[in-house]
Nanobody, 123 residues
Framework: QVQLVESGGGLVQTGASLTLSCAAS????????MGWFRQAPGKEHEFVAA???????YYTDSAKGRFTVSRDNAKNTVYLQMNSLKPEDTAVYYC?????????????????WGQGTQVTVSS
């Protein structure tokens, strides 16, 4: 079992930055594929970014150039640095864990998910 807890969300203005954290417990995620998703009101879960165990990173087009996913295996934590935030980035952000690495972008392809952290970007 892996427990994931996100933090770092909040209310910010357009153009601001936020760094989300996802702390894992229960087992080491050093070799796991870790992803970030978001869900806006009335919409499906949307893939945002992911990092494989060996450092390969994946981004959705809207995140490229603005968001950076990273991991600190010593802290069993994954991060999502978000810059130049826009109102359309407003959503609940979730991290997810998958023991099988690869370009995994489907919500249901992951095995564990956190409870989410709210990010609200005002215009």
């Amino acid at each position: 079992q892996v427990q994931l807890v996100e933090s770092g969300g909040g209310l910010v203005q357009t153009g601001a930055s936020l760094t989300l954290s996802c702390a894992a417990s229960g087992r080491t995620i050093r070799l796991w594929h870790m992803g970030w998703f978001r869900q806006a009101p009335g919409k499906e879960h949307e893939f945002v970014a992911a990092t494989s165990w060996n450092g390969i990173k994946y981004y959705t087009d809207s995140a490229k150039g603005r968001f950076t996913v990273s991991r600190d295996n010593a802290k069993n934590t994954v991060y999502l640095q978000m810059n130049s935030l826009k109102p359309e980035d407003t959503a609940v952000y979730y991290c997810a864990a998958d023991p099988v690495t690869g370009d995994t972008r489907g919500w249901d392809e992951y095995d564990y998910w956190g409870q989410g952290t709210q990010v609200t970007v005002s215009s």
